[in-house]
């Protein structure tokens, strides 16, 4: 883990450190289904080929194209049917000259046999069969190899498995893919003011909202949310609820107590360790941060600050890229995007200031509008958001019709 760093850093310093610290998950085969989201940790070409044999594309009757090719409904063929092949249950291996086998869609089509005429064209004879209208060579027969050949490379590494790329490697006979598993991560809020949603409030009380907003940015992520229950601003409460969970995780977030309070629970437990840094980031929302690892397996932990939405903020810019690194994505950092801002902004010197707005697409490019204030308290504005403004450090006034640089939140990237 890198060094602990003293005083205030920027966002990019602060990303760097952390980025320095964490380090994808080795990864393992997972089964299919386990795997939807994460990047494939392997190249994977094909065992088989598609088709794996020549087969049916209708149901109907396995002929020899010439025998029927003078088939019309002035001059039918008459041919003997001499056996059916249902799909999975190939019974007849070869087809003399002038006979039929009926045949279902996706059966093996048998040896000598190289066209299939769909029942519409027939009669649907059983013991014998006329036939109405001819097949050109080959027709409805779909021939083995012809989507996927042996040796093909199906998946390139990295690319985020999908329902599609889930299919087709199913369809050559993978049940499992190497991936790196989804980190495991802990989130744990902190605060004797804090109580779950669904029980009842005193009146110096609020609802525990962070540890859902934060579980559930895990999730949108594809990591794996274990919310721990509240734990009240007392360092041995804490410190207990952190070595139990521990043993589950791949990494750590905690909210609140890591400002200059005098009940800063996380900051009070943790600092003592030394490995953990506490301080400054030049950002607005998220200024108090902490970074570093816990435990005798070294596990990332990041301490964000309590307000609703610079912990939000903090996880958008420092847990996500770390969490993405952990599977192997790539960028690992939400991509910024420019847009015309549609009304003026105030901004503080000297800090990076995320502004929740709304993001509108028109043609190529987008506007953006400020929503609400600039309180790091305000969840209901965060919540009608879908974008962030990013003011930088040096700006104090960013008139409407600049062109700004933007985060689109709910874009998959
Ligand atoms: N004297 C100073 N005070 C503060 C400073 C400072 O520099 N000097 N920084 C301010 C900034 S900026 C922030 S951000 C906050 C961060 O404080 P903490 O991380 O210690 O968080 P808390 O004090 O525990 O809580 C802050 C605020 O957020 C509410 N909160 C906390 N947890 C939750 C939760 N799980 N769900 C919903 N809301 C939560 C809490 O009730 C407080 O209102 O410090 C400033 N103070
Ligand atoms: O930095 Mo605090 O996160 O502005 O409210």
């Known amino acids: 883990m890198a060094e602990p760093h003293a005083g205030t850093v920027s966002v990019e310093e602060h990303l760097t450190r952390i980025l320095a610290a964490v380090g994808p998950l080795p990864a393992y085969p997972q089964p299919l289904l386990d795997a939807l989201g994460l990047p494939a940790a392997e190249d994977v070409v094909s065992p088989i080929p598609l088709p794996s044999f020549d087969n049916s594309g209708m149901d109907g009757y396995a002929v020899v194209a010439a025998d029927v090719a003078g088939a019309s409904e002035e001059t039918p063929v008459v041919l003997p049917v001499v056996g059916e092949i249902g799909a999975g249950q190939a019974g007849l291996l070869a087809l003399s000259p002038g006979t039929a086998a009926k045949i279902m869609t996706g059966a093996p089509v048998p040896k000598g046999c190289d066209a299939v005429v769909p029942y519409e064209w027939t009669d649907r004879g059983v013991a014998k069969v006329t036939i109405t209208q001819a097949p050109a060579v080959g027709q409805h027969v779909r021939p083995a190899g012809e989507d996927v050949t042996e040796g093909d490379l199906l998946v390139q590494s990295g690319t985020v498995l999908g329902p599609r ?18 980190p495991r991560v802990v989130v744990i809020s902190t605060g004797s003011e804090l109580r779950d ?36 601003d007392q360092p041995k409460l804490f410190l207990d609820a952190l070595s139990d969970q521990l043993v589950r995780a791949d990494l750590v977030v905690t909210s609140g107590g890591v400002s200059q309070g005098d009940f800063d629970v996380v900051k009070e437990a943790l600092s003592p360790l030394g490995t953990v840094w506490f301080g400054g980031v030049a950002m607005q929302p998220g200024k108090p941060q902490g970074f570093g690892v816990v435990g005798d397996k070294e596990v990332p932990i990041f301490t964000l600050p309590g307000n609703p939405v610079s912990s939000y903020l903090s996880f958008q810019m420092f847990v996500l890229p770390a969490l993405r690194t952990m599977m192997g994505r790539r960028p690992v950092s939400r991509p910024v995007v420019r847009g015309r801002l549609t009304r003026d902004i105030r901004s503080p010197k000297g800090r ?62």
Not at 202 to 224: E, M, P, Q
Not at 373 to 392: K, R, W
């Open 352 to 413: 990076r200031q995320f502004v929740r707005a709304e993001w509108e697409q028109d043609g190529g490019g987008g506007s953006v509008t400020p929503v609400g204030g600039h309180g790091s308290h305000l969840i209901g504005d965060l919540a009608a958001s879908d974008a962030l403004v990013v003011v930088p450090e040096d700006e104090t006034y960013v008139a409407a019709g600049s062109a700004v640089d933007v985060l689109l939140l709910d874009h998959d990237f």
């Open 197 to 232: 949603p669904g029980t009842d409030l005193g009146h110096d009380s609020i609802y525990d909202g962070n540890s859902y907003l934060l579980a559930a940015s895990v999730k949108a992520a594809g990591a794996i949310a274990y919310r721990v229950g509240i734990v009240p």
């Open 165 to 182: 790329h889930l299919g087709l490697l199913a369809a050559v006979g993978r049940a499992t893919v190497l991936a790196r598993p989804r």
